[in-house]
């Protein structure tokens, strides 16, 4: 079978392996990074060509292997596997043998040249000749901007001039007409030349990394804490549920944090008001009846820095050489 999945590579036009990596990968399987790279290549082609809403990642290091075998699990489960030694029993023990290994790869081979003959077959009408454009990010803002103040699709030949001048008298017509309360008073108000704008988004960018990296760790604290409740005896017949209902929410859950400067230039004054955390409207989304359990006395476990008896010397005090002896002659 493994002359059948080299052959399968090459026809696909994967040109990244060779024997001796796929031994390789085979013989460790879901520790394997190799191994896990040609899965995430092979699920990301198919999520592409059946426009599905799951693929499976690599690995990093052998410690993520569970989470890849979870994945693993989910795409199978859309993709509609029919072979129920890889979607059946437990997520951690379907990829132990070789042989559930290969046959993994050779399903998603057949799977994705099975695919593009469908689409080589049965093109999308609405692709032909037609040229499509990708919409930034700005672009996309302005447009729902535009939808939100009930706008008519502005001409091509608009200049920015005249459609930031209608956009602004709009507004002023729209803020006119409720209380200054309701729209609040921007946060920030200065003008800042180029350069503390470029320091500023430094400053951004700086931030980005650092809350990218927070939010890396809290979801991968979660994952390794869901993957631990799967140890349990009761839930070992139930792991299929567990996919199904943590994966949908997980996917939900980005690594990447949304905030930019355009949250600067729009944020409101009520966000310099700071309340306690024992204030009772936030309190009202972080009470839970575990807090309104009152716990007794318990056992003094010690541990005092002040309570603990120091150390002997690492070394004797000097004193003073004793009297007497001596050689002589």
């Known amino acids: 079978m493994e002359n059948d999945i080299l052959d399968g590579f090459k026809d696909i036009g994967y040109d990244k392996i060779n024997p001796e990596k796929l031994e390789s990968a085979i013989a460790e399987g879901p520790k394997s990074i190799e191994y896990t790279r040609l899965v995430e290549w092979l699920s990301k082609e198919l999520k592409f060509l059946c426009s599905l809403d799951e ?4 690995i990093t290091s052998a410690d993520d292997s569970s989470s890849f075998l979870l994945e693993v699990s989910s795409f199978l489960k859309e993709l509609g596997c029919q072979y129920t030694i890889l979607t059946e029993g437990n997520v951690n023990q379907r990829l132990q043998t070789r042989g559930n290994r290969l046959l993994l790869l050779d399903f998603l081979l057949s799977e994705l040249q099975a695919a593009r003959m469908v689409r080589s077959n049965k093109p999308d009408p609405s692709s032909n000749m037609e040229v499509t454009l990708q919409e930034s990010s700005t672009a996309a803002d302005l447009k729902n901007l535009l939808i939100a103040l ?3 699709k502005p001409p091509a030949n608009i200049t920015p001039e005249i459609l930031f001048g209608k956009v602004l008298v709009k507004m002023k ?9 309701r729209v609040g008073k921007p946060i920030f108000t200065g003008v800042l030349s180029d350069k503390q704008w470029h320091q500023i988004q430094e400053l951004q960018t700086e931030l980005h990394k650092e809350y990218r990296m927070r939010r890396e760790m809290l979801l991968k ?6 993957q631990s409740f799967q140890w349990s005896e009761r839930i070992k017949n139930q792991q299929d549920r567990v996919v199904a209902v943590y994966g949908t929410k997980r996917n939900a859950m980005k690594v990447e944090p949304n905030v930019d400067l355009a949250d600067l230039l729009a944020a409101r004054d009520d966000l310099a008001i700071l309340e306690k955390t024992s204030n009772a409207s936030v309190r009202k989304n972080t009470q839970s009846s575990i807090n309104k359990v009152m716990i007794g006395m318990v056992p003094d476990r010690g541990g005092r820095p002040s309570e603990q008896q120091a150390p002997p010397p690492e070394m004797p005090s000097w004193q003073q050489r004793p009297g007497g002896g001596g050689g002589g002659g």
């Open 55 to 58: 693929h499976v990642n690599a």
């Open 150 to 152: 009930t706008f008519p």
């Open 221 to 226: 604290r979660l994952d390794v804490t869901i």
């Open 173 to 181: 017509e729209i803020t006119g007409k409720v209380t200054p309360a």
